[in-house]
């Protein structure tokens, strides 16, 4: 069974950085593509970034590219998000997703091809 609980949200100034992490209490994390996605009040959740299981391919939204950057360590069971320039817009409640096998090479931007969500961190940027 899959069970994330992210960490690391807070409240910081534009320009700050912060860095979320995900931990995994299961067996499979090394097997599963990984995701970050947020969302703002009033708006659907939009993704951030996404990595494949063994950490070799990632792929950002166009909004955080040059930003944020997501990473695993697959012995630590543990996904983060390094998070940089922070703007306001980057407010929002950010969660964590796990995608069960097949597919644990691929990276996925939708959040339908997600199995298991984390209950989500708040990261607010104040101007």
């Known amino acids: 069974q899959v069970q994330l609980v992210e960490s690391g949200g807070g409240l910081v100034q534009a320009g700050d950085s912060l860095r979320l992490s995900c931990a995994d209490s299961g067996r499979t994390f090394s097997t599963n593509a990984m995701g970050w996605f947020r969302q703002a009040p009033g708006k659907e959740r939009e993704f951030v970034a996404a990595i494949n299981m063994i950490g070799g391919r990632t792929n950002y939204a166009d909004s955080v590219k040059g930003r944020f950057t997501i990473s695993r360590d697959n012995a630590k069971k543990t996904l983060y998000l390094q998070m940089n320039s922070l703007k306001p817009e980057d407010t929002a409640v950010y969660y964590c997703?796990?995608?069960?096998?097949?597919?644990?090479?691929?990276?996925?931007?939708?959040?339908?091809?997600?199995?298991?969500w984390g209950q989500g961190t708040q990261v607010t940027v104040s101007s």
């Open positions: 997703a796990a995608r069960r096998p097949p597919g644990g090479l691929g990276i996925y931007s939708s959040p339908t091809l997600y199995d298991y």
